[in-house]
């Protein structure tokens, strides 16, 4: 079972910039994507961005131009960097895990962008 710990979030002005971590126990074998999703309160949780394997990106329109996600080949670890923070961008981001048949969450940390 992959286990996945974010970090990073917190209380930022908007036009201020934050950067989110997530610390996986290990990536999965064979093909897998990772990516961040996040949930506002009141909405559903929605793709912000995923990254493949093979260091294929993608991004939601909200933020592309934005936030900018990346890993790290060395460790199991993903980075979410947001630029340009707007009060939308408020939320919880958590990070997920898919390979295979396997899907995993983490429990997400708070991003909070003040007007």
């Known amino acids: 079972q992959v286990q996945l710990v974010e970090s990073g979030g917190g209380l930022v002005g908007s036009g201020g910039s934050l950067t989110l971590s997530c610390q996986a126990s290990?990536?999965?074998?064979?093909?897998?994507?990772m990516a961040w999703y996040r949930q506002a309160p009141g909405k559903e949780r929605d793709h912000v961005a995923d990254?493949?394997?093979?260091?294929?990106?993608k991004y939601n329109p909200a933020v592309e131009g934005r936030f900018t996600i990346s890993r790290d080949n060395a460790r199991p670890t993903i980075f979410l960097q947001m630029d340009r923070l707007e009060p939308e961008d408020t939320a919880v981001y958590y990070c997920?895990?898919?390979?295979?048949?396997?899907?995993?969450w983490g429990q997400g940390t708070q991003v909070i962008v003040s007007s």
């Open positions: 997920r895990s898919i390979g295979g048949d396997d899907d995993y």
């Open positions: 990254i493949s394997k093979f260091g294929l990106t």
């Open positions: 290990e990536y999965p074998s064979g093909f897998y994507v």
